[in-house]
């Protein structure tokens, strides 16, 4: 079946520092690639749609200079979060839409496992 | 904008018992899907169900099905014959055609021994 892996799980971090979380496709190509953060027992917020080779579509709200999205290739996607800050602890979770898997009229679409961060 | 709302914050049934979850959501588009989905502890978020809004019939999976009423703009999740597996928080969500999906809050649900 269709795997999105997440690297790292879970990482700590000073306040002021960089992070990148990876979204991977394991074994199926993604041109588009979703990214959503949710706070604790809240729901998932989307940020931003990443498209391999293009500048990601933020949501509104969202601060683009602040969370980097960078879609270099079929089968990875990568969020930076600049500058961190501990409002910016979250879990942060990707999904990636198989770009030739059709179900019905719309490409099928898989979570990957999260990214919890905590900024100290 | 699309909104999806959740009025349930938590609910529980007992086990071999049916569970109603409800949501109705906004929207002015005529072409969108709907889902369910299922986040157990794991924070995996697992597709339970999905409803092509195009389609009248109401879609099933094993124990699960919806009952979709699109005028109403509803979209509720019933799930038979409860398993303790089933304890786990659960997402009504709407996609566009761009394949963006749209959240509501979450519905706890626990299934009681």
Redesign the interface.
């Known amino acids: 079946g269709a795997v999105v892996s997440q690297h790292p799980s879970w990482v700590i971090c000073k306040s002021g520092t960089s992070v990148k979380i990876e979204c991977r496709s394991l074994d199926f190509q993604a041109t588009?690639m979703?990214w959503?953060r949710?706070f604790p027992k809240?729901?998932?917020?989307?940020m931003a749609?990443s498209n391999e080779g293009s500048k990601a579509t933020y949501e509104q709200g969202v601060e683009k200079d602040k969370f980097l999205i960078n879609h270099a290739s079929l089968t990875l996607s990568t969020l930076t979060v600049t500058s961190a800050h501990p409002e910016d602890s979250s879990?942060y979770?990707c999904?990636a839409?198989d770009s030739w898997r059709e179900?019905?009229?719309?490409?099928e679409?898989f979570?990957g496992?999260?990214t919890r961060l905590t900024v100290l | 904008a699309q909104t999806v709302t959740q009025s349930q914050p938590e609910m529980s049934v007992q086990e071999a018992e049916t569970v109603t979850l409800s949501c109705t959501y906004d929207t002015s588009e005529n072409n969108y899907y709907l889902f369910w989905y299922k986040q157990p502890p794991s924070r995996q978020m697992i597709l339970v169900i999905r409803q092509e809004a195009y389609k009248q019939q109401n879609a099933t999976e094993n124990r699960f099905s919806v009952n979709f009423q699109k005028a109403a703009k509803s979209f509720s999740l019933k799930i038979s014959d409860s398993q303790l597996g089933d304890t786990a928080m659960y997402f009504c969500a709407f996609m566009r055609a761009g394949n963006q999906f749209y959240f509501g809050t979450g519905t706890s649900l626990t299934v009681i021994p």
Do not use: A, C, K
């Open positions: 588009t979703f959503y949710q809240q729901s998932l917020m989307l749609t879990f979770i999904s839409r179900v019905s009229s719309y490409n679409q979570f496992p999260g």
